[in-house]
């Protein structure tokens, strides 16, 4: 029987591969979801070529060769590199865990490579207990992303509960060669001026906002202020608008 794909699902624009998939160096067998989107979603035929890529690795071809009730066979070719990531690392006050799903996601998508998840007063202390934080299921976010934006660079996650020690500690070493760049409200210049002579690192709060003593700690930790505008924007919107701004 195959596997229901849920209809908020993301499609899959590059089938990403991984050692496990290999049946011969260049033979692979596909099951499980990826193997239930291939065949109910795209609805591939023999001879039909698809986008691979290997995860960490090069990107490519390949040609579906059989399909059965469970598995498909395709032999792959790989000769292409992934795009080039964006020079964009986010530093990001731990969300709602369902929020954080769809942000992962989004962000994946658009090349970005190094995410700290950060706690503030306004963090909900549930939220570092949430199965969301799992590895294998932030893992599994970040693929989703990846399987959106054609990529196959894995991002970087690290979670940080203490939010004084990171940004006293682990911020200044983070921005020794990056511009950093808290977006808030009424903070600082428009972030479209922002310069793109520098790599940047972004630092976006909670729902409601960091408190003005953490807008001051992380000013005073070298971070810069940048606004969106007049409107408040949920973080989940705020982010794509944020790296649209500076990546376009």
């Known amino acids: 029987m195959l596997a229901v794909l849920p209809l908020s699902h993301p499609p899959l624009n590059i089938l990403l591969l991984e050692p496990s998939d290999f049946i011969s160096d260049d033979t692979v067998s596909i099951s499980g979801r990826r193997y239930s989107h291939l065949v109910t979603i795209k609805r591939v035929k023999l ?3 698809i986008s691979v890529g290997v995860l960490s690795g090069l990107m490519g071809t390949a ?17 292409d590199e992934p795009p080039i990531p964006a020079e964009v690392h986010i530093v990001l006050a731990l969300p709602r865990p369902k929020m954080l799903k769809r942000i992962l996601q989004s962000i994946a998508s658009l090349g970005v490579k190094r995410v700290f998840l950060i706690n503030s007063q306004k963090v909900e202390k549930s939220y570092w207990q949430s199965p969301a934080l ?18 196959t660079l894995t991002p970087e ?8 020690p990171f940004v006293e500690d682990i911020l200044p070493g983070e921005i020794v060669q990056r511009q950093c760049v808290l977006a808030h409200p009424k903070l600082g210049d428009a972030c479209h001026l922002l310069s793109q002579e520098k790599p940047v690192t972004f630092v976006v709060g909670p729902e409601g906002g960091f408190t003005p003593y ?8 070298g971070a810069k202020g940048c606004q969106l505008g ?11 608008v944020l790296l649209s701004a500076w990546l376009h």
Do not use: C, M, W, Y
């Open 47 to 49: 001879g039909d070529v």
């Open 63 to 79: 040609v579906v060769e059989k399909i059965s009730d469970d598995s498909v066979a395709l032999t792959v070719s790989l000769s």
């Open 134 to 151: 799992q590895p294998e299921v932030l893992r599994q976010q970040l693929i989703l992303g990846l399987e959106q934006g054609k990529d």
């Open 157 to 164: 996650i690290t979670l940080h509960k203490g939010f004084k």
């Open 214 to 221: 953490e807008v001051n700690l992380l000013l005073s930790a």
């Open 230 to 240: 007049a409107r408040i924007l949920k973080v989940e919107t705020a982010l794509p």
